[in-house]
């Protein structure tokens, strides 16, 4: 069963989403906010580059057969969304974290949801973004970490460049190494000169965010990563665990990518060419085990 949704937000704007609820359900039920990744993204986080991509729809309907509920709304000014001119084009990752925050504080003034079962599922940038939310708001229950980076952006892009540097088989290895020698100096001018959104990413530190998280935590990652590599998992576990946090459960799928769907390379160039885009099942199932067992009342 789906509800449109209309979320105020204290910005002036609001934020059109659907409610998935299971079918049948009886009181009160756990539900979960997904957060997209970079990029304007709509409620089922559909990609403008990647046709029939829809990963959010596929989690509702997953985790719907499964008892937990699930909340995915329009980026602000994307969609039926509210916010679009200067709102969105001068919104960071902070701004979408404010906007995460009224998602959750609506879904609180629902009788149909319990607000003491509340988690958040973040994508990618969102993987970000959840932690910041949940830094603040201990009342939130669970998060899901899918594809999060633990480095600076500065950090990522960098190895990014490496791995498609690398893929190139007619590159000499010094040009590589001569072309990732210029990367510092141009993401400086960028930290200067660019839209506020990249300024914030190429300088926003996940670590201390991740440090003051209490609740369990999933790490979902693809082993074919190749715009959030792998390590990166096993950097976000460090940061949780190094400050107490012991409820901390990852998961490494080989053959995935940053899409969360089969690929054997993980290369951006190829995801045109991929067959299936729907997220795979393993990983879906990972997701609606751990969070059923999680949001357990």
């Known amino acids: 069963m789906s509800e449109d949704v209309i979320i105020p937000t204290p910005h002036g704007f609001s934020l059109a989403g659907t409610l998935t609820r299971p079918r049948g359900a009886r009181g009160p039920v756990p539900v979960v906010v997904t957060i997209g990744g970079s990029g304007p993204q709509d409620r089922d986080s559909r990609s403008a580059t990647v046709r029939g991509y829809a990963p959010f729809r596929d989690f509702a309907d997953t985790l719907g057969r499964r008892g937990i509920a699930v909340l995915r709304y329009d980026d602000r000014g994307v969609g039926a969304s509210g916010g679009r001119g200067a ?94 020698g210029t990367v510092p100096g141009r993401q400086d001018v960028a930290v200067r000169t660019a839209d506020p959104w990249t300024r914030f990413w190429l300088t926003y530190d996940p670590i201390p965010a991740l440090q003051l998280m209490k609740q369990p935590v999933l790490i979902l990652q693809g082993a074919t990563d190749t715009q959030v590599p792998v390590d990166q998992a096993g950097l976000v576990q460090r940061a949780l665990r190094e400050s107490g946090n012991s409820k901390v459960t990852v998961r490494v799928f080989p053959e995935v990518n940053h899409l969360m769907v089969h690929d054997t390379s993980g290369l951006v160039f190829n995801y045109g060419k991929l067959r299936d885009l729907r997220v795979r099942g393993d990983v879906r199932g990972a997701l609606a085990d751990w969070l059923v067992q999680t949001l357990r009342p």
């Open 87 to 180: 709102l969105r084009d001068t919104a960071t990752s902070a701004d979408f974290a404010d906007d995460v925050a009224s998602v959750v504080a609506y879904l609180r003034t629902r009788q149909d949801v319990d607000p003491r079962r509340i988690a958040l599922a973040g994508h990618s940038e969102g993987g970000i973004i959840a932690p910041m939310i949940a830094a603040r708001d201990s009342g939130i229950a669970a998060v899901v970490l899918i594809a999060a980076p633990a480095e600076k952006g500065r950090d990522i892009a960098k190895h990014q460049i490496r791995i498609m540097l690398d893929a190139d088989s007619l590159l000499p290895p010094a040009q590589r190494d001569s072309i990732i």
